[in-house]
């Protein structure tokens, strides 16, 4: 399987901030790659897809980029409501689908 | 709109059957491949497998042996039955798409059940 390594794992910061999460891929996933935010008690939501496209209805100060092995989620000026968990997932060789440990986003 | 409801027993004894339910509401039930992700408490996202319209199944290796996931295309609705569970499948569990097709497949989950909470607990 396809092993996904986030970092950090945690992180505090301030309204305005930029902040930025990293994924590192164990092999080349091309861009197959997509990113969730976890809202706690609530079922991830889709953010970015195919590691760079923002679904629909998300707001533009989240973005993503990367291919090959190392991918980034950037979040451009942090609002309070971006509290949440955010996880990458893979899909390369489609099967299995494989997520990132989690990066826990809160207000410094 | 896709929505997705899900239910089922939420307390289970050790080496029971685990059993869920989960019915689609809006769009192509044909359109998409149909998923479980499970999420133990405080812990990350672990894929379960999905299944299509036809009963074409893939599972995560990892839990293969204990489980199976089959559909209703006329109810519109998908199940998952894990078997001999243990403390260690205490989760929530979640249905998702987790692939569409438009043309051509694409690959996320982008509809989402609400969850389930299931304890295993003697």
């Known amino acids: 399987d396809i092993q996904m390594t986030q970092s950090p794992s945690s992180l505090s910061a301030s309204v305005g901030d930029r902040v930025t999460i990293t994924c590192q891929a164990s092999?080349?996933?091309?861009?197959?790659l997509n990113w969730y935010q976890q809202k706690p008690g609530k079922a991830p939501k889709l953010l970015i897809y195919d590691a760079s496209n923002l679904e629909t209805g998300v707001p533009s100060r989240f973005s993503g980029s990367g291919s090959g092995t190392h991918f980034t989620f950037t979040i451009s000026s942090l609002q309070p409501e971006d509290i949440a968990t955010y996880y990458c997932q893979q899909y390369d060789n489609v099967v299995p689908y494989t997520f990132g440990q989690g990066t826990k986003l809160d207000i410094k | 709109q896709v929505q997705l409801q899900q239910w089922g027993a939420g307390l289970l004894k050790p080496s029971e059957t685990l059993s869920l339910t989960c019915a689609v509401y809006?769009?192509?039930?044909?359109?998409?491949?149909w998923g479980w992700i499970r999420q133990p408490p405080g812990k990350g996202l672990e894929w379960i497998g999905e299944v299509n319209h036809s009963g074409s199944t893939n599972y995560n290796p990892s839990l293969k042996s204990r489980v199976t996931i089959s559909v209703d295309t006329s109810k519109s609705q998908f199940f998952l039955k894990l078997s001999s569970v243990t403390a260690a499948d205490t989760a929530v569990y979640y249905c998702?798409?987790?692939?569409?097709?438009?043309?051509?497949?694409?690959?996320?989950?982008?509809?989402w059940g609400q969850g389930s909470l299931v304890t295993v607990s003697a």
């Open positions: 092999q080349d996933i091309s861009n197959y």
């Open positions: 998702a798409s987790s692939r569409g097709y438009s043309g051509t497949w694409y690959y996320r989950f982008d509809h």
């Open positions: 809006g769009g192509s039930f044909s359109a998409y491949y």
